[in-house]
């Protein structure tokens, strides 16, 4: 821990003109020595499995080899952390990012890297590597190590040390006994993206990207045809023939709150599918607002909903680009967009952040304050996963009446997320399946007319759109199967008194998928959209209409001429709709996205 914390101290000294440059006070890069342990913890008690090992056999056998081995073991994991470290503070400056797996491809080439470094840096590297691992290991043979003792075995404490012991570091690998595992989004607390990576633990970042892309090392697993082929094809799936749109709102300049559905189905709305009194309050806001009645998840799960809408970029199979943030923090987003409009910006979340690495990718994204549980203490109830949506949606009106407009914020509901504990009076039989799930979805639509109520009595209403849509679906009533279109699918509406009364209560049966928010939100700003390849503009006519789905290492591909999902793993179509003769294109087209969107995925 003294180690982890001497190398963050070195990691903020070396780069203290950045932190002048960006206008950090002093104080801020203090709290990242607070935010950092918990991960250093984790980090350390994975370093002390093979410690405890050692020691366990020295307690039984008491000879000179295990104490050798210790301090060999000890000796790797300082030299092995501080090449990391070093490293780490040699890219950082131009790459702005931790050391990983991407950089390990230049050391094949090390007469490069001392060309491209000063020749002051990087003998100033040298000595630290070397000061470091020299002084380190000193501290550690004079105070740490395992030590030389005459005193006969004693079964007792060796028992309680044998089962107390494994429990302790595993609680601390955990990060402890919380329901969501720790990761590196709890070191996360600044919008300065230089503190978020002086508090994560390098060694940890560094050992969970080489895991991370280690599947991936040989080649791309979704290579189905010649690279410059799918290239071709992704890019004719994604040209735009006439750039123009139907615009629906009464203002360039609207605030923008998005409402984050946890896991709302198709089949919980009536306009599109769905059972009758599950969501009439959603129902009551269709009536002045535009439904999109034929849209997609792109992932399964909520960190891949949040990348899904907020940089509109796809959801991927096998892995969640949020998982590693060296690559997400290279997405385009929605609040950089906007904040050059001069919008501030907030996001809202009830639960914790750290799942899924979405607090590091919100907290990258340039949000002005990202609020979770932890920010309010006991304030509110709560139940096993988060503040309930009633208060949190409230607590979103009050942050929204201090913000200056325009703003963007954007509220993650969680009621209708498994155990379902939301302090519901009533529990109603929806279903045989999924009740308690219905009821879950019911209790958030409940707590929409409240929300809306207020917010109508406050100044900043009538210049404010609404956008209302889940992070992903949901097992239903209806029962289908995971990897069908029919479980994918999902509502979007967007509401407000900024749309034209001439849209207000329209359908739009449109195909596409929640990566279209971003472009077609910035084309109804007069915003330049280009930077996100992935979405489209649904209400430009002209685009080509289609969703993409991954499911698992699976494939769903949605367009107007067909419709399969493909298996990679066992080659298989689980499900196939298209017509003879579109058959080879189809299937083509759908391939060709996502072997072009995986290798994006590896590039970054």
């Known amino acids: ?136 290991n000193y501290i550690y043979r004079r105070y740490f190590q395992l030590r030389q003792t005459s005193s006969k075995f004693k079964a007792m404490p060796y028992l309680a040390f044998l089962i107390l012991a494994p429990g302790i570091l595993f609680i601390g690998i955990r990060g402890g006994v919380d329901q969501i595992p720790i990761n590196q989004s709890k070191s996360f607390y600044s919008k300065h993206n230089i503190l978020n990576h002086a508090a994560v633990n390098s060694g940890n970042s560094f050992v969970l990207s080489m895991l991370e892309n280690f599947q991936f090392r040989d080649a791309n697993p979704f290579q189905f045809m010649d690279q410059q082929e799918a290239i071709q094809i ?183 997320h498994s155990p379902y504990d939301f302090p519901h009076k009533t529990h109603i039989q929806f279903a045989e399946l999924e009740n308690d799930y219905l009821n879950g979805v019911h209790y958030s639509d409940k707590c929409l007319g409240p929300y809306f109520e207020k917010a109508r009595s406050e100044s900043w209403y009538k210049n404010t759109l609404f956008i209302l849509v889940p992070d992903h679906s949901h097992g239903s009533q209806k029962n289908w199967h995971v990897f069908s279109k029919g479980y994918r699918k999902i509502p979007l509406l967007l509401y407000g008194e900024v749309i034209k009364d001439e849209y207000k209560g329209k359908q739009i049966s449109r195909l596409g998928s929640q990566v279209d928010i971003a472009s077609t939100l910035l084309h109804q700003l007069d915003i330049p959209a280009d930077e996100f390849f992935w979405s489209k503009n649904l209400f430009n006519p002209y685009t080509r209409e289609f969703a993409f789905y991954e499911a698992g290492e699976a494939i769903g591909w949605i367009s107007s001429d067909g419709y399969f999902v493909y298996r990679r793993n066992i080659d298989n179509y689980f499900e196939m709709e298209i017509t003879p003769e579109k058959k080879e294109q189809v299937i083509k087209e759908g391939k060709a996205y996502l072997q072009v969107l995986f290798q994006q995925y590896l590039d970054y």
Request: aromatic letters at 16%; hydrophobic letters at 45%.
């Open 1 to 136: 821990m003294l180690l982890f914390f001497s190398a963050r101290a070195v990691f903020m000294i070396f780069h203290i003109h950045i932190l002048k440059a960006e206008n950090i006070s002093f104080f801020e890069p203090i709290a990242g020595f607070w935010y950092g342990i918990p991960l250093d913890i984790a980090t350390a008690c994975y370093l002390m499995v093979f410690t405890l090992i050692i020691t366990l056999f020295y307690l039984v056998i008491r000879v000179k080899f295990f104490r050798v081995l210790d301090q060999i073991y000890m000796l790797i994991a300082l030299v092995s952390y501080f090449l990391i470290t070093c490293g780490e503070l040699g890219v950082y400056a131009e790459w702005r990012t931790k050391l990983n797996y991407k950089a390990l491809q230049y050391l094949k080439n090390p007469g490069e890297i001392y060309q491209s470094a000063s020749t002051l840096n990087f003998f100033i590297l040298i000595f630290l590597l070397i000061f470091q691992i020299i002084f380190w």
């Open 234 to 416: 992704n890019r004719s799936l994604h040209e735009v023939k006439v750039d123009t749109t139907l615009a629906i709102l009464k203002t360039k300049r609207p605030n923008i709150v998005i409402i984050l559905l946890e896991g709302w189905s198709a089949d919980v709305i009536e306009s599109i599918g769905g059972d009758i009194g599950i969501t009439p309050n959603f129902k009551k806001l269709e009536k002045q607002g535009v439904l999109f009645t034929n849209l997609y998840g792109s992932g399964n799960r909520s960190d891949q909903g949040n990348v899904s809408v907020i940089s509109g970029f796809p959801a991927t199979p096998i892995t969640s680009i949020s998982h590693v943030p060296e690559k997400s923090q290279k997405l385009p987003g929605l609040v950089r967009a906007l904040k050059g409009e001069g919008y501030a910006s907030s996001y809202y979340f009830g639960g914790q952040l750290i799942y899924g690495g979405i607090k590091s990718f919100v907290m990258s994204g340039g949000f002005d304050r990202v609020y979770e549980m932890s920010d309010f203490e006991d304030k509110y109830p709560r139940g096993k996963l988060g503040i309930h949506d009633e208060y949190m949606l409230m607590e979103q009106l009050a942050g929204l009446s201090a913000l200056p407009e325009p703003f963007f914020s954007m509220i993650f509901t969680v009621s209708s």
